[in-house]
C-alpha cells in the first residue's frame, strides 16, 4: 500500500495543473470585470498602489503615515465591492478559487498531506491492487439471483434461501443510499462461497463511483499493515500514512477475517480499528467464515460485543456458488 515515486510525482502533478486552472480562471475572472465595469480596475490599481506607499512608509519608520494608506485601501476596497455588486457579482469574483480551500490546491496542509492528496492517494492505491478490474464483474448490474435455491426454507428465517438473499441484497442497496448521511458498518458471515466477497464488492464499487474513499484489505494485509507501522523498520512517516488509511477512509472492507493468525496482537488491532472507526463514524465491513460464538472465542468478547452492538449482520446462506454455477448441489 505504498506509493511508488512516479506515482507520488503523477499526484503532485495533478496539484500543479490545479494551479495553473486555478490562476488561468482567475485571469479570465479579472479580464471580464475589468472590461464591463472599468471603474473595478482603476480603483484596483490604486488599492495597490496605497498598500505599495503603506510598506514604504513603515520601512521608513513612519507608522502612522503608514496606518493612513491603510487605511486609504480599505476605503478603495469599499468602492471597488459596492461597483462590482451593482453589477451583480460577489464581493471575491476576482478572488483565487481552490477546488480543496484546506490545503489550497497544493495536497499539504501545516506540513502534512492534506484530506484531498489521502482521497487521490487511496485512489491510486486502489487501481494498483486491482481491484478496479474485480469490480467490474462483481457489481449490483452483474449480480444474478438465479443460483439461489427457490426451494429449500431455512429454518431460522422461515424463508427460502431466494427469498432470504433478495431481502439481504435490498438491505445492502439501502446502505448504498443512507452512505452519505449515515456511515453504518456491517458483518456478513456464511460459508464459503456463499457471497460474503461479491456483496462487499458490490457495495465498494457504487460507493466509489459516488466519490468515497474506499479501502479494501484482506485480514492478513490488514494486520500486516497496522504490524508495520507499529514495530516495522521503514519509512515512520509513510508506515503511519498506511494505517492512517485504515482509520481515515470512508469504507474499509476487511475480507476473510478468521483466515490470518489470530494472536493477542490482531485481537487488540481488530478492536482498535474496529472501535476507532465507530468513533469517527466511519463505514466497515467485515466478512468472516466464523460464526459469532466462534468469533467471539477467536477474537473476544470485547471485540465481539462492538460488533453486535453497532454493525448490522447478515449471515448469508446458500451454497458454494462456485459450485453451483457449475451445476453441483447438495
Given at each position: 500500500m505504498a506509493l511508488s515515486n512516479s506515482q507520488y510525482q503523477a499526484i503532485m502533478r495533478i496539484y500543479n495543473r490545479r494551479?495553473?486552472?486555478?490562476?488561468?480562471?482567475?485571469?479570465?475572472?479579472?479580464?471580464?470585470i475589468f472590461e464591463k465595469i472599468p471603474q473595478v480596475e482603476a480603483l484596483t490599481d490604486e488599492i495597490t498602489a496605497a498598500m505599495a506607499q503603506a510598506g514604504r512608509r513603515m520601512v521608513m519608520?513612519?507608522?502612522?503615515?503608514?496606518?493612513?494608506?491603510?487605511?486609504?485601501?480599505?476605503?478603495?476596497?469599499?468602492?471597488?465591492?459596492?461597483?462590482?455588486?451593482?453589477n451583480g457579482y460577489p464581493a471575491d469574483y476576482m478572488e483565487m478559487k481552490y477546488r480543496c480551500p484546506d490545503c489550497r490546491d497544493t495536497g499539504y496542509r501545516d506540513g502534512k498531506k492534506c484530506h484531498c492528496f489521502k482521497r487521490i492517494e487511496i485512489e491510486i492505491l486502489y487501481d494498483q491492487s486491482n481491484i478496479r478490474d474485480v469490480l467490474a464483474r462483481e457489481n449490483f448490474d452483474t449480480l444474478s439471483m438465479e443460483y439461489y435455491d427457490k426451494e429449500r426454507v431455512?429454518?431460522?428465517?422461515g424463508m427460502t434461501v431466494l427469498e432470504y438473499m433478495t431481502m439481504v441484497i435490498e438491505?445492502?442497496?439501502?446502505?448504498?443510499?443512507?452512505?452519505?448521511?449515515?456511515?453504518?458498518?456491517?458483518?456478513?458471515?456464511?460459508?464459503?462461497?456463499?457471497g460474503k466477497t461479491f456483496l462487499s464488492n458490490c457495495i465498494a464499487r457504487e460507493l466509489i463511483q459516488r466519490?468515497?474513499?474506499?479501502?479494501?484489505?484482506?485480514?492478513t494485509d490488514m494486520f500486516d499493515v497496522l504490524s508495520e507501522s507499529r514495530?516495522?523498520?521503514?519509512?515512520?512517516?509513510?508506515?503511519?500514512?498506511?494505517?492512517?488509511?485504515?482509520?481515515?477512509?470512508?469504507l474499509l472492507i476487511i475480507d476473510d477475517l478468521g483466515t490470518e493468525l489470530i494472536n493477542t496482537f490482531t485481537a487488540s488491532q481488530l478492536f482498535y480499528c474496529v472501535n476507532e472507526r465507530l468513533n469517527r463514524k466511519k463505514g466497515t465491513i467485515i466478512s468472516t467464515n466464523l460464526a459469532l460464538n466462534r468469533l467471539q472465542d477467536e477474537f473476544t468478547e470485547r471485540?465481539?460485543?462492538?460488533?453486535?452492538?453497532?454493525?448490522?449482520?447478515?449471515?448469508?446462506?446458500g451454497e458454494d456458488l462456485r459450485f453451483v454455477r457449475r451445476g453441483y448441489r447438495k
Open positions: 494551479q495553473f486552472q486555478n490562476k488561468r480562471e482567475q485571469d479570465e475572472r479579472i479580464k471580464e519608520g513612519d507608522p502612522d503615515g503608514a496606518a493612513a494608506m491603510k487605511r486609504e485601501a480599505a476605503m478603495l476596497k469599499e468602492q471597488k465591492v459596492m461597483y462590482m455588486e451593482r431455512d429454518e431460522k428465517t438491505e445492502c442497496k439501502e446502505y448504498v443510499e443512507r452512505f452519505g448521511e449515515e456511515k453504518g458498518s456491517i458483518l456478513f458471515t456464511g460459508n464459503t462461497g456463499c466519490g468515497f474513499s474506499v479501502v479494501y484489505l484482506t485480514a514495530f516495522g523498520n521503514r519509512d515512520e512517516e509513510e508506515a503511519k500514512d498506511r494505517a492512517a488509511y485504515i482509520l481515515d477512509c470512508d471485540v465481539t460485543s462492538r460488533i453486535m452492538s453497532q454493525y448490522k449482520i447478515f449471515p448469508l446462506l
